[in-house]
């Protein structure tokens, strides 16, 4: 399975709908924003990549839905070497990035902080303002104090 396809999948199986805040819209800036930090961290891109698309992608519930993050983390672990190919350290990070992307925490792994950066600096999405206390690194901090339309700009997020 391509890229592609494999995003096409997640996109059908997707539960709550086309409105929803944690569809793909939000998918694409968490990637945007998830392969900016990545890039001057030297994180890992394809797991960044797989994080932005799955993260959100096994909600159940639109707002309270504690166990999302532990259900995207089975989902990737179902996937890895029938839809995508990761080696195991990369599914051990993607599966913690998932498991526990909304618990508040932050992270040393460069790989898993700028995941969960940039999942945080999409949070204006829902009227909640990106908290620089919350952020794992130095850009995420400073990206998170921009107003969202430059912070886009920089994440090079086309402003629809
Ligand atoms: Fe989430
Ligand atoms: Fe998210």
């Known amino acids: 399975m391509d890229r592609d396809q494999f995003r096409q999948l997640v996109i059908e199986q997707f539960r709550l709908g086309q409105d929803s805040a944690h569809f793909e819209d939000h998918w694409l800036r968490v990637e945007a924003y998830g392969l900016h930090l990545g890039r001057l961290y030297r994180a890992d891109l394809e797991v960044i990549r797989l994080f932005a698309l799955l993260h959100d992608s096994q909600r159940f519930e639109e707002c309270y839905d504690p ?55 999409d949070l204006d999405r829902v009227c909640i303002a990106p908290d620089p206390n ?14 969202a339309w430059d912070r886009q700009k920089e994440a090079g997020i086309r402003i629809s």
């Open 67 to 121: 166990e999302h993050g532990p259900r995207a983390a089975r989902f990737a672990e179902l996937h890895c070497g029938k839809s995508f190919s990761l080696e195991p350290p990369q599914l051990e990070l993607l599966t913690e990035a998932c498991r526990d992307h909304d618990r508040g925490f932050t992270h040393r792994n460069a790989t898993i902080a700028c995941c969960w950066d940039a999942d945080r600096l």
């Open 134 to 147: 919350y952020m794992s690194t130095g850009e995420g901090k400073r990206l998170a104090l921009k107003r």
